[in-house]
């Protein structure tokens, strides 16, 4: 083993392993040789699939994954494993609020000032569109991230979205801000033109209430929205990890509602918390003010709403992104619950995974001129006598912090004493770079996506497709040791000095 992994090794680096141009012609090998398979997991007992989108060839050939087949439809390829387009997910009640109580001609204005019932439902059809794009915010809602629910988004992407004419992505907001029965429907917050873009939020009647699935009826709307997800496929065909991805896809079985609820009532019996350290519970149909600390509980029920929402009109595209996350990729395994997603099986035996060891701080000891190498939460914890699990926990955020909450952390005085080098580089480029406190994780996340694109990269070479999740992979249990491999490779060859563990 110890004689093939430096051929390999050696290969790699005669190949020209890191360079960003021969990873163009590997997306384009992996493209051509892909062929889409039907989930019929993702699917099963799924009402909302629309019938007329599972008649797909199971077999499909580099032609179809390019947009190049029979009617140039390169949404067909995908439509029964991806995300279906005439199916959006929508705020529960919006439709009966819009349809009830918003004045016609508001809804007149949206599609031109044309008075047809045909246009009336293409317009109200619109309005659910740009509601769709706020689905994610019922996630972070409930997992804590984003509290306030607000999500920003780019005028140009609306214009195109929900285009008719340039005013109609206006229109549809300006109907939208309506005083409803139960409140405006979405809230506006401000923005500076040229400087960031306009942040919305569903209203308060609506906001953390739940979505349920829309099939689109007027053949414009759904246009619209199939073309939005073709351009969304399109970006990720040019990424190693979104194609590495949907190649990924075929192999996997996703647990059924029964075994995820099997496993839930098994891990709260053995007092299970999340990364975060919340404790797993259910939630038995009492409200959030049931709850003395609610902020330390997560539960049972609100991750199968979230896991229903990623996987029952198929799977999410998967989605680079911008400079803020370094590129890191976004799907439904991402975003899906830790606890369910290991539920997920490889030729009907559990999904296996291997994460960096304290990946984030010994990248910041690569990229600030840091003095450890493999740098372990252990090692704070020993110096600092408190327990492992407080450390880990905190170096989820502790780079991500303005300097005011990185002096506070539990952590601060472990890195002032024996890293004061780095943490003053750290600190010094908060305070000057335009970006402030977030130029730390653009820095970090964009290394962290450095090297799993390597490494998955070198993986498809050997016919080996893997889940991603950040600075963790999913895979088969018997590419374990080569996952293993490569992981340590390409972070030694990239100078971080961290081991990957299954």
Same mark, same amino acid.
């Given at each position: ?94 439709? &009966?609020?819009?349809?009830?109580? /918003?004045?016609?001609?508001? #809804? ?8 047809? !019932? +045909? %246009? &009336?439902?293409?317009?109200?059809? /619109?309005?659910?569109?740009? #509601? ?8 972070? !809602? +409930? %997992? ?359």
């Amino acid at each position: 083993m110890l004689k093939e992994s430096r051929r390999v090794k050696g290969n790699n680096q005669k190949k020209g392993k890191l360079n960003s141009n021969n990873r163009s012609s590997r997306i384009n090998k992996l493209t051509n040789k892909s062929s889409i398979y039907i989930i019929n997991n993702v699917i099963e007992n799924d009402d909302v699939i629309n019938s007329e989108l599972t008649e797909t060839p199971v077999n499909m050939g580099a032609d179809d994954l390019c947009g190049k087949n029979e009617g140039n439809d390169i949404y067909a390829g995908f439509a029964t494993m991806l995300k279906n387009p005439n199916v959006i997910m929508i705020p529960n009640k919006a439709k &009966r609020s819009i349809m009830k109580y /918003l004045p016609k001609p508001l #809804l007149d204005k949206i599609h031109g000032g044309t008075k047809t !019932i +045909k %246009n &009336r439902q293409a317009a109200l059809e /619109l309005c659910l569109l740009f #509601l769709c794009q706020l689905s994610s915010t019922y996630r972070n !809602i +409930k %997992n804590g991230s984003n509290p306030d629910g607000w999500k920003t988004l780019r005028a140009e992407y609306l214009r195109q979205l929900l285009w008719i004419d340039d005013k109609t992505y206006q229109n549809v907001i300006k109907a939208l801000e309506y005083s409803y029965q139960n409140g405006k429907i979405i809230e506006c917050g401000h923005h500076v033109i040229g400087v960031h873009s306009r942040k919305y939020r569903l209203g308060l009647g609506y906001r953390g209430k739940g979505f349920e699935p829309y099939h689109l009826t007027t053949d414009k709307v759904k246009d619209l929205s199939k073309k939005s997800c073709e351009r969304k496929i399109r970006l990720a065909e040019n990424n190693i990890i979104c194609v590495n991805l949907i190649e990924f896809y075929k192999t996997i079985v996703l647990p059924t509602e029964k075994e995820i609820e099997e496993e839930a009532s098994r891990l709260i019996k053995v007092g299970y918390r999340n990364k975060k350290g919340k404790i797993l519970i259910y939630r038995n149909k009492k409200g959030d003010g049931y709850f003395k600390d609610i902020d330390k509980f997560c539960f049972v029920e609100d991750a199968m709403k979230i896991f229903n929402y990623l996987t029952k009109n198929g799977l999410l595209i998967p989605r680079p992104g911008n400079d803020k996350s370094g590129g890191r990729i976004v799907d439904s395994l991402v975003l899906m619950p830790s606890w369910i997603r290991k539920l997920i099986k490889i030729s009907g035996q559990p999904i296996a995974e291997a994460d960096y060891s304290c990946l984030h701080p010994n990248i910041a000891m690569t990229l600030y001129g840091g003095n450890s190498k493999c740098l372990k939460h252990e090692d704070l914890a020993k110096d600092l006598e408190i327990d492992r699990q407080t450390v880990k926990v905190e170096h989820l955020s502790f780079f991500n912090k303005n300097v005011h909450q990185m002096k506070i952390s539990p952590l601060f005085q472990y890195y002032q004493k024996h890293e004061s080098g780095m943490l003053n580089a750290i600190i010094a480029e908060k305070q000057k770079s335009e970006h402030k406190h977030k130029i730390t994780s653009r820095r970090l996340f964009a290394k962290e996506v450095q090297i799993m694109t390597e490494v998955i990269s070198r993986l498809n070479e050997e016919a080996i497709f893997v889940g991603y999740v950040f600075d963790a992979l999913l895979f088969d249990l018997v590419h374990a040791e080569k996952v293993k491999e490569v992981m340590d490779e390409v972070a030694s060859e990239l100078g971080v000095f961290t081991v990957a563990k299954i």
